[in-house]
């Protein structure tokens, strides 16, 4: 049996330990909520950037088809933090209406840093041909359209050829 001296300081290491442990799940807790992974996405690039791809694809089918709330869900809380849905709903219903004038060209390789990543998506419609480079986070377990407002597609720009 050991002395009570030693006990007390076997009792304040493991306090000491689970303080560790404690601190460091809060701090995971902390980032989770603050909508950023706590570790960047560990697949390979060409899975990730495959991710990419599909999330960019999967949000431009939902903007061109009307479906909103789709969309919606494919933002990062902060986007969705800094616009109100209503608007957001607004944009879609006038883009479903050019919906199915509009063909996704190409989408690009996207250029991956840790848990931000950018892509290019070439699109046409009718005979302008635009590009736009979308910005996506890697947050809650899967890539997410990050502030696509900047990105929301113009279809009366200038035609480029």
């Known amino acids: 049996m050991k002395p009570p001296t030693c006990r007390r300081q ?95 060209e190409r989408i690009g390789v996207p250029k991956i840093e840790g848990n931000h990543a950018t892509v290019d998506v070439t699109q046409r419609l009718d005979d302008r041909v635009s590009t736009y480079t979308f910005t996506l986070i890697y947050e809650k377990g899967q890539w997410k359209i990050h502030n696509p407002r900047l990105f929301a597609p113009n279809p009366l720009a200038t035609p480029s050829r």
């Open 10 to 104: 076997s009792m304040l290491v493991a306090l000491f330990a689970l303080a560790l442990v404690l601190s460091s799940c809060r701090l995971n807790l902390h980032l989770f909520s603050q909508g950023q992974a706590a570790t960047p996405p560990t697949a390979t690039v060409s899975a990730q950037s495959k991710a990419i791809q599909d999330t960019v694809r999967r949000y431009l089918d939902a903007i061109y088809h009307g479906r909103a709330g789709e969309a919606w869900l494919m933002h990062s809380d902060e986007t969705n933090l800094g616009e109100s849905f209503d608007d957001f709903m607004e944009a879609v219903q006038v883009a479903a209406t050019l919906g199915n004038r509009i063909t996704i």
